[in-house]
C-alpha cells in the first residue's frame, strides 16, 4: 500500500497570507499543501477554525480564494492596482459566511464559526486578508526575494525590510547558497 506523502504546513503569525502559503515554491515547481479536501480541514484546525467536514466544491473554493488574496497581496506589493476578479472573490467569500469575534477569558480574542462550515472559515480568512490589504493593520505586504518562492508576507518587522517568506525555509536556502558559494571561491583561490 502506498501512501502520499503530504507537504508540511507553512504557519505564520497572519492567518491570510499563511493561507496562501498552502501553495508554495509558486515560480518554480509550486507544492501544493492542500491537495484533498480533508487536508484543508487539518490546516483550518490548526489555525482555529476547526469545520466539520469539507467537500471537493468548498476545496475548490478555497483554492479560489487563496489564490485571490495572492494576487492582490501581490498587487499591493508592486503597488499595482488591485486585480477586481480578486477582490470579488475576496468580498464574496468574506459576505457569505457567519463568524464572529469573541473574547476570551483570558482576555484575547478569537474566531467563533457559527455553523463550524468550510464558508465560516473562508470568511475569516477573507476578513484577514481584507484587513491587510486595504492597509486597516500595520505592516506591510511584500514578496518573498526568493525567484522560485515569491510568496506574498506581511511584515510587521520594525523597520518593515524583511525579505523571506520565512528565514527557515527560503532565507535559509539562500544562506546556505551564498556560503557554499563563498566555501567554492575560496578552495578554487587556495588551490
Same mark, same amino acid.
Given at each position: 500500500?502506498?501512501?502520499? $506523502? ?86 464574496? $467569500? ?98
Amino acid at each position: 500500500m502506498s501512501t502520499m $506523502r503530504v507537504p508540511e504546513f507553512r504557519l505564520g503569525a497572519v492567518l491570510a497570507t499563511s493561507f496562501t502559503a498552502t501553495l508554495t515554491e509558486r515560480q518554480g515547481e509550486p507544492v501544493e499543501r492542500i491537495p484533498t479536501p480533508s487536508r484543508l480541514v487539518d490546516w483550518l484546525a490548526v489555525n482555529g477554525l476547526v469545520v466539520d467536514s469539507c467537500s471537493p466544491s468548498q476545496l475548490d473554493r478555497a483554492r479560489e480564494l487563496r489564490e485571490a488574496i495572492h494576487a492582490a497581496a501581490t498587487a499591493v506589493a508592486r503597488q499595482e492596482p488591485l486585480p477586481s476578479p480578486a477582490v470579488h472573490v475576496i468580498n464574496d $467569500r468574506s459576505v457569505h459566511g457567519h463568524a464572529s469575534p469573541v473574547l476570551t477569558f483570558e482576555g484575547n480574542w478569537e474566531w467563533r464559526l457559527a455553523s463550524r462550515s468550510v464558508e465560516d472559515a473562508l470568511s475569516v480568512i477573507a476578513a484577514d486578508a481584507v484587513s491587510i490589504i486595504s492597509g486597516e493593520r500595520p505592516g506591510k505586504i511584500s514578496l518573498c526575494a526568493s525567484p522560485t518562492c515569491r510568496a506574498a508576507f506581511f511584515d510587521v518587522s520594525r523597520g518593515r525590510t524583511r525579505r523571506w517568506c520565512e528565514m527557515n525555509t527560503c532565507g535559509n536556502r539562500k544562506k546556505k547558497q551564498r556560503f557554499l558559494a563563498s566555501k567554492h571561491q575560496r578552495s578554487a583561490f587556495t588551490s
